[in-house]
């Protein structure tokens, strides 16, 4: 007698009609919203790295605020920035070469005699603004040490410590020196705001790569 025939093996259930199709447009629908994510952080990047340089020069930088505000309006820092754009700030390096001259200014102020002061000491007063001799070296003392501090912490780019040097000025010193301080502290709030957006920006596209959820 012929070998019997095995029993025939049942077909796997045919998916219902379309639910491959659905599957596949979701993934594809996924992978787009990732990709269309990704290129929104990565521009957001990029403009957030070119306002940073424009924020650098002593130019005002509006326009590029502006353009990051387009891609970022939400941003926190940008209603801040605003003000501080449309005026810019003097740069860092710009702040410690202008310096020795306010400095110089706020040296002959500390000689003015008082308002009380009798007629020779005016007289001595005034011929020691015509010549001012400002120590800037360790010797110093009195204002001239303080300029010479707050001097030597501009030339290295630490304009808060240079601010804080100069707070131990009296009055009159320190008035000729108001223009340089207000343009030291605008240097510095646009730097710090700059750092926010920026870090805030590369979070985003780390956030947003490949292998991010």
Request: glycine letters at 6%; a negative charge; aromatic letters at 4%.
């Amino acid at each position: 007698m012929p070998a019997a025939l095995p029993p025939p093996v049942a077909a796997p259930p045919t998916p219902p009609a379309g639910a491959d199709s659905a599957a596949l447009a979701d993934r594809v629908a996924r992978l787009e919203s990732a990709a269309s994510q990704t290129d929104d952080a990565a521009a957001k990047a990029l403009a957030a790295a070119a306002l940073s340089v424009a924020a650098e020069g002593s130019a005002p930088f509006d326009q590029d605020l502006a353009v990051f505000g387009r891609l970022a309006p939400g941003d926190p820092d940008l209603r801040a920035l605003a003000p501080l754009a449309a005026m810019g700030a003097p740069s860092r390096a710009a702040l410690a070469a202008s310096f020795p001259d306010f400095a110089s200014a706020a040296a002959a102020a500390a000689h003015q005699p008082p308002h009380d002061a009798d007629f020779l000491a005016k007289v001595i007063g005034r011929l020691e603004q015509v010549v001012i001799i400002r120590r800037v070296g360790p010797g110093a003392t009195g204002v001239d040490a303080v300029l010479y501090k707050a001097q030597g912490e501009a030339a290295s780019g630490d304009l808060d410590s240079a601010i804080a040097a100069l707070s131990a000025l009296p009055p009159a010193a320190a008035a000729p020196l108001a223009r340089w301080t207000d343009a030291a502290k605008r240097r510095i709030e646009i730097d710090q705001r700059i750092a926010q957006v920026r870090a805030r920006a590369l979070a985003g596209l780390s956030h947003a790569g490949p292998g991010s959820s």
